[in-house]
DNA sequence: AGACAAACTTTACCCGTGTAAAAATACATA
DNA sequence: TATGTATTTTTACACGGGTAAAGTTTGTCT
């Protein structure tokens, strides 16, 4: 930077200043500045900067499982921001794994990030290692919210989201019964049970569980053994079905497919299936599957600007925020 | 690192050596910096550590677009093995820009990666940027090929998928039509449809290229637009369809649907689907999808081994080397 | 026990940038 | 043109650890 300095004919310290921003220096510097940046390909050391400043311009993105699309499209919405923002943002997968998301969040200390977006993996989670994190770093919750960590949390609505799933399924049909995993890895399941219990009891209706086995990611696969084993015993208490979520969903459809069940909302079909995400594969199943829409954008805006906030005043809040969008039926045609 | 040392009652210099290996110290002094190491909780400043190393310990990984569950796998596999080496990856994703790409490759050179595991766009790269940056950088291409670019390229054979399925359709029914994207992002796809000409030809069958509209990398819309319009206009020369990759045939698939049109191999079907990839959803379509794997764990098992090699010889390989897996046939419902 | 190599300590300097303080200069306004 | 303010220059030190050189200790082998 000193050789760049005298090479551009400014000062070194004036230099570094355009560096952290170019409008705090005069026009006139800050265009001799970048002339003489036409001329060099100078770059400053990210890690000299980052030694030295008193924060760094990163941010940590940590989601639970990146093979799933529905966090891999949450992801380029939130760096796409980041980067406008000017910060350097940092993709970490926990790939289902608690001993990975531990490690992540070890190395990410040692970033000394400005702010991390966190969607934990939930029930896996090492609670005491998130706090301690916590604690320690500006964190922002998304997807997943673990009671009384981080600064706030943004996420979907999950009441907003069956409600409206079973209100249209009541309106068009027989009411749905629930197919969720008996140990859901991530909290939203068992507020998506909760709140069908809720909805069912408000509308006088007799609610049906069906919990099936199974552990770890691998939703879909869950979905379709637990689809089998269900068609093949006859307990399907009704002929609509509500899945917690589209990969499960995804999964039933293929259960029902093998089993020659017609899904549909036809009146030649033996059975409806909806569900909640708008996975974006659900548009694609056959048929199309009907679900209640996560409002990404809003989310990924809204978790980006309130770390924005969360990063400016500090790193503390005055109080933990939660932040819960509505979805939106999407109607197609499996119910 | 000086305050910790004195606690340890080591000095610092032989401190910092433990921590670029802790084999290289006597038994007796790594145990005494490690029990230590339980009392208090340092851990070296990795900015200040990577500034005064030659060289660092990271290693870029960037994908083309990680909402496709294809590269999400790879990159799992990938990460870890480079985290048991004892590096740091860092993930990217180019989310299908080439300007994003460009970005990622000009902060990924100020970041000094002792090397860096590149899928790159393909068509859509700006080769030229690719290039200059491979001559600085230690660079191992994988998936997607770019002649001449990086030390070593690590994909999969495209003749292996292709002569595989076409040789297993024609076998057990009548020939193939080849549907793919008239402008493919991909690399592959290109390659694909030159094996599929030329095993054609070597049978001596006539082939079908059905060469659908669309760009970028919404492939299963693409797909399910593209044979929403091949079936409305009837122009299936054949009554099997092999796709160029799974991603369109899962869209093609799901205009088969709509247009009433079953797939399968039972004597009631009209149609029989067959694709490239074992793309992680393949298996939940419906009908689930016969196709050519990936070497899934081979690729990047190599493809990260070769990275190794290439950063153990100093950033430089005698000549450049093309590794190319072979595809597994997996035969399922559709075809 | 003696000899020798391996490992450690001490000392000192380096990396490339942020940043503070004081002095000097540029610009804007009346 | 004088005055005040905004910028820049100069100077100097800090960050936290890599690493080299010289001297000292420890360990191993005969």
């Known amino acids: 930077m000193a050789e ?13 200043k355009y560096f952290n921003d170019p409008n705090s220096v005069r026009q006139s510097t800050r265009a001799q500045i970048e002339e003489a940046l036409g001329r060099f390909d100078y770059q400053p050391n990210i890690y000299a900067v980052n030694q030295n400043r008193q924060m760094t311009k990163n941010i ?24 406008d923002a000017g910060f350097s943002p940092s ?7 608690q001993a990975l998301e531990n490690s992540i969040l070890q190395s990410l200390r040692a970033m000394k990030p400005a702010g991390v977006l966190f969607a934990p993996l939930g029930r896996e989670s090492d609670k005491a290692a998130i706090e301690t994190f916590c604690s320690n770093v500006p964190t922002v919750l998304f997807d997943s919210n673990i009671e009384g960590m981080g600064e706030a949390f943004i996420g979907s609505d999950n009441h907003s989201f069956v409600s409206q799933t079973v209100d249209y399924l009541t309106r068009t049909g027989e ?11 991530n909290p939203n399941a068992n507020k998506r049970r909760d709140a069908y219990l809720n909805v069912m009891k408000e509308r006088q ?3 049906h ?23 093949e015993e ?7 079905v509500l899945c ?49 829409a996560h409002d990404y954008t809003s989310v990924s805006e809204y978790s980006v600007e309130m770390l924005f906030r969360l990063i400016d005043s500090g790193g503390r809040l005055e109080k933990r925020e939660e932040i819960l969008f509505p979805a939106k039926l999407i109607m197609r045609e499996s119910a």
Chains 1, 2 share one sequence.
């Open 234 to 240: 006859g307990g399907l208490p009704t002929n609509t």
């Open 4 to 16: 760049f300095a005298i090479a551009s004919g400014i000062s070194r310290p004036t230099v570094s």
């Open 60 to 83: 940590g993105i940590i989601v639970p499982y990146l093979a799933d699309p529905f966090f891999a499209e949450m992801v380029r919405s939130i760096e796409r921001r980041c980067i």
């Open 209 to 231: 569980v069906l919990s099936i086995e199974g552990s770890g990611w691998g939703f879909e696969e869950i979905g379709r053994q637990g689809g089998l084993k269900i068609l």
């Open 91 to 97: 993709l970490f997968s926990s790939h289902g794994e």
């Open 175 to 185: 009411a749905p019964s629930f197919l969720e995993m008996k140990h859901p890895a």
């Open 205 to 207: 209706l007799e609610p």
């Open 244 to 292: 917690s979520n589209d990969r499960l969903a995804i999964g039933f459809l293929s259960a029902c497919f093998e089993k020659g069940i017609k899904v549909g909302r036809d009146d030649d079909c033996d059975m409806r299936v909806a569900s909640h995400d708008d996975h974006p594969f659900s548009r694609f199943t056959c048929p199309s599957l009907t679900t209640a």
